[in-house]
Structure formats: structure tokens, C-alpha cells
């Protein structure tokens, strides 16, 4: 089955700067990558996705990167917010395979003002 | 819509008794799933329906758990036989074919 690791752990930034948290993952059949935000209590809300045809999608000030041929991708958020602090989970998936998501392990993000 | 709800938000339970957990998918959803998350890990893939039929349990989901989703609407979770090792936070999703779930609260669950 497919493993995904994900670094760091734990990231601490101060508010303005940009954060970045990585991913890689095994199955070389996986085609789609969420990322998903989650606060304290609350279930995993969707913040980007990226699908394997294309290889870097942006929302405002979050981003994404893959890099199919290492097997690994990345979410940068920019200038960031206090309301930026939670945990954030990568994930893959073969998307047409009903899409069971293979999560990472999480990153605690915490923006300091 | 009001997004994917899940009932009840926490339960606490004595080891050796059943639970049951309720999730209303999002109402145009096909799609339902199944998650567990201990504390620090990411989610774990449990069982997934696709309308009323359930196309997937992950090994998981051992004979003590079972999952229904009858007429395609909301779904149930069931515990038998609680133990320790079962405290978790069990999450629902719903989607629409591809792309991103959209998930629930969760419902915590502390066996004691």
C-alpha cells in the first residue's frame, strides 16, 4: 500500500514570514494530493489539491508543488497569519480508485505575532 | 447544506459496552467514509460506501466494528465489545465522485 511521510513535525514561524511542509510519497500509481488544515476540535477542512497532470497550483497565498519523478510534494503558505496556526495533513490517493486517502503524519504549525 | 454532521460530537464509554456514531454526509454526496485518528497521527482510512453499498473495509475495521449506510443516506458506525485501544477520534467525509472530501467534527470516543 502507499506510505506518505511528512516533514517537519513541527514548524514555528513568526507572522509575515512563509512556511513550507513536505511530502513524499511511495506508490508511484498515486494521481491526486489534498492538503488538508485542521484546528483543535475540529475535523480536516480541504485547503488545496493538486492532481498528478499538473505540477504546481496556487490559491492566494498557499501553494502547491509535486514532483512526480521524486515522488514528493510540498505546500508553501506565504506571509503568514496567526490564523494560520493548526495542524496540516498531506495526503494521496488514486483518484480513480474511489479515492482512499493515505494521510501524513501532520505538521503543527504555529505563527507567532 | 450545513456540511457533514456527526452525533455525538464526544462519548465516553466503559470497556465491554456498545457504541453507535451517526454521520449525515452532505445530501448530494454519493460518497461516505470512514476515519480514524489517534492523537498525533493522521487520519486512518476505515470503510468507504458508495450510495448504500460499502465497496471497502480496511483491516482495520475488525469483526467488533461494522458500518451501514441503508437507502444511501446517513450512515452508523458500531462498536461492539469496546476496548481501550478503540479511543479515537472517528471522522466521516462525503464527496461527490473525484476530488476532496469534505470531512465531519468527529466523534471522540474514550473507552475507560
Known amino acids: 500500500g502507499e506510505n506518505v511521510e511528512q516533514h517537519p513535525s513541527t514548524l514555528s514561524v513568526q507572522e509575515g514570514d512563509s512556511a513550507v511542509i513536505k511530502c513524499t510519497y511511495s506508490?508511484?500509481?498515486?494521481?491526486?494530493f489534498p492538503w488538508y488544515k485542521q484546528e483543535l476540535g475540529k475535523g480536516p477542512q480541504l485547503i488545496i489539491d493538486?492532481?498528478?497532470?499538473?505540477g504546481e497550483k496556487k490559491d492566494q497565498r498557499i501553494a502547491v508543488t509535486l514532483n512526480k519523478t521524486a515522488k514528493h510534494f510540498s505546500l508553501h503558505i506565504t506571509e503568514t497569519q496567526p490564523e494560520d496556526s493548526a495542524v496540516y495533513f498531506c495526503?494521496?490517493?488514486?483518484?480513480?480508485?474511489?479515492?482512499?486517502?493515505?494521510f501524513g503524519s501532520g505538521t503543527k504549525l504555529n505563527v507567532k505575532p | 447544506d450545513t456540511g457533514v454532521s456527526q452525533d455525538p460530537r464526544h462519548k465516553i464509554t466503559k470497556r465491554g459496552q456498545n457504541v453507535t456514531f451517526r454521520c449525515d454526509p452532505i445530501?448530494?454526496?454519493?460518497?461516505l467514509y470512514w476515519y480514524r485518528q489517534t492523537l498525533g497521527q493522521g487520519p486512518e482510512f476505515l470503510t468507504y460506501?458508495?450510495?448504500?453499498?460499502?465497496?471497502?473495509k480496511s483491516r482495520l475495521l475488525s469483526d467488533r466494528f461494522s458500518a451501514e449506510r441503508p437507502k444511501g443516506s446517513f450512515s452508523t458506525l458500531e462498536i461492539q465489545r469496546t476496548e481501550q485501544g478503540d479511543s479515537a477520534m472517528y471522522l466521516c467525509?462525503?464527496?461527490?465522485?473525484?476530488?476532496?472530501?469534505?470531512f465531519g467534527s468527529g466523534t471522540r470516543l474514550t473507552v475507560v
Open positions: 467525509a462525503s464527496s461527490q465522485d473525484r476530488g476532496g472530501y469534505t
Open positions: 506508490d508511484s500509481a498515486s494521481n491526486y
Open positions: 493538486i492532481r498528478s497532470n499538473v
Open positions: 495526503a494521496a490517493s488514486r483518484e480513480n480508485n474511489f479515492n482512499k486517502f493515505y
Open positions: 445530501s448530494e454526496h454519493n460518497r
Open positions: 460506501f458508495q450510495n448504500e453499498a460499502q465497496l471497502e
